[in-house]
């Protein structure tokens, strides 16, 4: 089956008896789609679409291209690597001078850089407005033929994955060219301890909340 993205326009095509947890995807999901985010998150106002890939269902959150507002930071790359980066480092007593002077003077130049040059320009997948996102059992999804799909529905934007994980990422047969912006907050909030680090678990293998930047996909 091929994936498909659905939108408020046509969100009423879904088979969603066809969906693993249709009925509660459903109900969560569908109120975001027709309203926004900001119709129940008063940090947020994204619109939501749906990715259908085989049985499973995922949220795309379309990133605010505008990227002028602090957004929080599950939905905003502005927020999630300059503003959050900036309010802990100049709200702790444990960062030097220098730290500090960067998040309060370069950081905000750094923000706008960033912002010139689209870097909220982007569609989150698997963005259920959480902190972490679960995945289900990727191993029947053919993620080359669903990024297809999302380059050729958002050809002007990157495609992000939140929550990624390497059990996911083991499924996924192919190499991706992409870029890790966990670098930056990993470097400045180093003192914060083994949370900031990508664990091993065991079972789990990996778990991880950064965000891939999906560029060039290669065979």
Known sequence: MRSQV???GNIHDVDWKQITQGTQIREYLEP???KGSAAYVSNSNHEVQL??????AFPLLIGDANGGKKYSYVVSNLCQYFDYVSDEILRGNTYGRFTRFVARYLMPLARALAMGNGMEQTVFVNNWLFSSNLYPN????DWKEVLNTL???FPDRAIMFRSINWKVWDVM???LDFFITWTLKRLILKKRGPTSRIKKDGKNRATTDI???VGLMKA
């Open 32 to 34: 975001l789609i027709h």
């Open 151 to 153: 380059q050729t529905t």
């Open 138 to 141: 990727c191993s029947n999804i």
């Open 211 to 213: 965000a891939v930047f």
């Open 51 to 56: 990715l259908i890939a085989g049985e499973h």
């Open 173 to 175: 047969p192919y190499r």
């Open 6 to 8: 659905f939108h408020k």
